[in-house]
């Protein structure tokens, strides 16, 4: 069983950043792909990013590509989301998976093995 914590969510202003931690623990030893998720009121669930287990390989949505960087540091079992020049339509509830898949573009929200509670982001305008 691997535990999954999101936290670094808040209010900002359009044009500002925020940082994301998913803190992972428990039985961490598998390789997991980390991937960031969000979910906008009555809108599903979609992905943002995903970061391989060594780190090398990220993929975004073309929504983020350009403002946000995924990164993980296996030594503290944490993956983070660095969002930056945030826009009101980047609110939503931010959720962390992990998964023993393959990182891949357009990862399903199908293929997480574990997910964290979410950690709501606002971008006021």
């Known amino acids: 069983q691997v535990h999954v914590v999101e936290s670094g969510g808040g209010l900002v202003q359009a044009g500002g950043s925020l940082r994301l931690s998913c803190a992972a623990s428990?039985?961490?030893?598998?390789?997991?792909?980390m991937a960031w998720f969000r979910q906008a009121p009555g809108k599903e669930r979609e992905f943002v990013a995903v970061?391989?287990?060594?780190?090398?390989?990220?993929y975004y949505a073309d929504s983020v590509k350009g403002r946000f960087t995924v990164s993980r540091d296996n030594a503290e079992n944490t993956a983070y989301l660095q969002m930056n020049s945030l826009k009101p339509e980047d609110t939503a509830v931010y959720y962390c998976?992990?998964?023993?898949?393959?990182?891949?573009?357009?990862?399903?929200?199908?293929?997480?093995?574990?997910w964290g509670q979410g950690t709501l982001v606002t971008v006021s305008s």
């Open positions: 970061v391989s287990w060594s780190g090398v390989f990220t």
């Open positions: 998976g992990a998964t023993v898949r393959q990182a891949e573009q357009d990862l399903s929200s199908d293929a997480m093995d574990y």
């Open positions: 428990g039985r961490t030893t598998r390789r997991f792909a």
